[in-house]
């Protein structure tokens, strides 16, 4: 485990600007990376990517600088701790609807004495072979980032309880989830939901944490910065798209 320079941005008040990865490839991180991102969100929720795939995609990020963050289906111990151990710097957990399920991100994200996570010699401690373990649970514990999803009406009811757990760095409204909770799916847009995510965010920024959110185009980054919003993440599978597109538009006759 090396400093996470995505966590020191945020704790210094610094926008930290990443990308979902759906892509299940190794060069699209790597190139992320090459292109100045801060971070690659390894999405293992709306994939088949599993904790092997995860661990590829880790060492392309390490080659090229950008920080891996595993975002996660499920909640559990086990689940969390293999992407950890395959190097994510940070877990990105989704539908976080109640204070227990907070605790139970930080649980299984920390080693003790902060939480349960399980102890052996493996990638991300450098298999035990560079430095002591108990120096790998001393940096992973401060330096890995835990962002839970805020995104149901449980969720929005629940998040100031959720807000006082300690250990939770980064609370992301994740707008399509919440468009679909207020009945208007897919219109991540409309103005029930801009007020929506605005409100929750700025409920976290009042408790001393990271607000998050996703930012499609460039004027989506704009708008959730001049809200005080930190971390903020495009889609790289809309980026390429974004790009085909202007480049057809070119040379189209």
Request: charged fraction near 20%; charge should be negative.
């Amino acid at each position: 485990m090396k400093e996470n320079i995505v966590k020191a941005k945020l704790l210094k008040g610094q926008p930290a600007l990443g990308a979902f990865v759906n892509i299940p490839s190794p060069v699209a991180v790597e190139v992320l990376g090459i292109l100045g991102l801060d971070f690659a969100i390894l999405d293992a929720e709306h994939t088949s990517m599993s904790p092997e795939t995860v661990e590829h995609l880790c060492r392309a990020a390490e080659s090229s600088g950008i920080v891996p963050i595993s975002r996660i289906g499920l909640n559990t111990q086990q689940e969390i701790l293999k992407h950890l151990d395959a190097g994510s710097q940070g877990i990105q957990i989704p539908l976080v609807n109640t204070k227990a399920e907070a605790q139970q991100v930080v649980q299984a994200a920390k080693y003790p004495p902060i939480g349960g996570r399980g102890l052996a010699g493996v990638r991300a401690a450098s298999y035990g072979l560079a430095g002591s373990l108990g120096d790998h649970v001393a940096m992973s514990n401060t330096e890995t980032l835990v962002v839970v999803q805020a995104e149901t009406k449980q969720g929005a009811e629940n998040l100031d309880e959720i807000l006082l757990v300690e250990g939770i760095d980064v609370v992301f409204m994740g707008p399509t989830d919440i468009s679909s909770a207020l009945g208007l799916p897919g219109q991540t847009r409309h103005p029930d939901v801009l007020a929506l995510v605005d409100a929750l965010g700025q409920k976290v920024r009042q408790a001393g944490k990271i607000a998050g959110t996703l930012a499609p185009q460039s004027e989506d980054y704009l708008y959730w910065l001049d809200r005080g919003f930190l971390y903020i993440c495009a889609s790289a599978t809309r980026l390429l798209a974004d790009g085909v597109k202007a480049y057809l538009q070119k040379v189209s006759k």
